[in-house]
């Protein structure tokens, strides 16, 4: 197991440790005070379980080597466990706004409020350094499932800090229409949230190219490495999961060998492995009367 993986994998087991934990806090806090809002919060904690083991899954599956089945790997499993992680985001809020009704329909006292919020926060700060965590890691590594974690659980960080001075306010005034009112406002935070978490996901799905800044560095690294070639054109590039793919046409003399093309190839190839982690690179070589710049054209090698 390469050290990457075995990083990672070992993140996504830790989530699910944490996840629990985080959990039962949270569960703890809502029973020793009744309040809706922690209720809520405890409830998109659920969410985070669920995801977690989603998310260990799908890693272990998108670092499985490419076989006849999928030649070009199984990365985009990543995808799917954060298109699953936004799903139940929205579940979890439509579940929270139910409960929400059924608060205002019979209200119930908030009892021992700042035992129950001091349990709420030691969870919350777990959490926010755990979310730290796993986006800088899933960042570094190129993992989708781990960053949408990251960022979910970083949500729940500032809901969960929303809803604890929202409700040291409705106990200092005694309003105790803030507990469900913060209730909504956490529901509608997480759907936005959720959404957000699906779109990112679909377009990793759909085959989303890299963005204009990696796109000019791949660009630039072609370049310094293209010697002996006449032109390079119609490069794409797209991203799935950690891997990052790219093809482009490249266009030499028609009279250079097979061998001497090849070696053109290598050295492009090995430049943009240097610097790019996990890229697949898949160059097309063709004579020189399908070059699309003009003959005697030396300033760019891209057309």
Same mark, same amino acid.
């Given at each position: 197991m390469s050290t990457s993986k075995r990083r990672v994998t070992t993140l996504a087991l830790w989530t699910i440790f944490i996840a629990f934990a985080v959990l039962g806090l949270k569960a703890v806090a809502w029973m020793m005070t009744g309040s809706v809002a922690l209720y809520s919060d405890a409830l998109e904690s659920t969410v985070n379980v669920i995801a977690a083991f989603a998310a260990f899954w799908a890693i272990r599956v998108s670092h499985k080597p490419a076989d006849d089945d999928h030649p070009f790997g199984h990365h985009k499993a990543e995808?799917?466990? &954060?298109?699953? $992680? %936004?799903?139940?985001?929205?579940?979890? &809020?439509?579940?929270?706004?139910? $409960?929400?009704? !059924?608060? =205002?329909? &019979?209200?119930?006292?908030? $009892?021992?409020? =700042?035992?129950?919020? &001091? @349990?709420?926060?030691?969870?919350?700060?777990?959490?926010?350094?755990? #979310?730290?965590?796993? /986006? !800088?890691? %899933? !960042?570094? $590594? +190129? *993992?989708?499932?781990?960053? #949408?974690?990251? +960022?979910? /659980?970083?949500?729940? @960080?500032?809901? *969960? @800090?929303?809803?604890?001075?929202?409700?040291?306010?409705? @106990?200092?005034?005694? =309003?105790?229409?803030?507990?469900?009112?913060?209730?909504?406002?956490?529901?509608?935070?997480?759907? =936005?949230?959720?959404?957000?978490? /699906?779109?990112?996901s679909m377009n990793g799905l759909m085959d989303r190219a890299v963005d204009i800044h990696e796109h000019v560095r791949i660009r630039d690294i072609i370049s310094a490495n293209c010697k002996g070639a006449m032109e390079v054109h119609d490069l794409k590039t797209r991203i799935a999961g950690r891997a990052t793919f790219i093809e482009f046409h490249m266009v030499v003399d028609a009279d250079m060998t097979v061998g001497e093309s090849h070696v053109i190839c290598d050295r492009i190839e090995d430049a943009l492995r240097a610097e790019i982690p996990s890229v697949r690179v898949t160059i097309h070589v063709e004579p020189d009367d399908e070059a699309k710049l003009p003959k005697g054209t030396t300033a760019v090698p891209f057309a």
């Open positions: 995808y799917f466990s &954060a298109v699953l $992680e %936004g799903v139940l985001i929205v579940l979890a &809020a439509l579940l929270i706004i139910a $409960e929400v009704w !059924r608060s =205002w329909q &019979a209200p119930v006292p908030i $009892e021992q409020p =700042w035992q129950g919020l &001091a @349990v709420n926060g030691v969870a919350s700060l777990i959490n926010a350094a755990w #979310a730290f965590t796993l /986006i !800088r890691a %899933g !960042r570094a $590594e +190129k *993992s989708p499932a781990l960053v #949408a974690d990251g +960022k979910h /659980i970083m949500t729940d @960080v500032v809901t *969960s @800090v929303g809803v604890i001075i929202g409700l040291v306010g409705a @106990v200092l005034t005694g =309003w105790q229409i803030l507990d469900p009112l913060l209730a909504v406002l956490v529901a509608l935070n997480i759907l =936005w949230q959720g959404w957000h978490v /699906i779109g990112s």
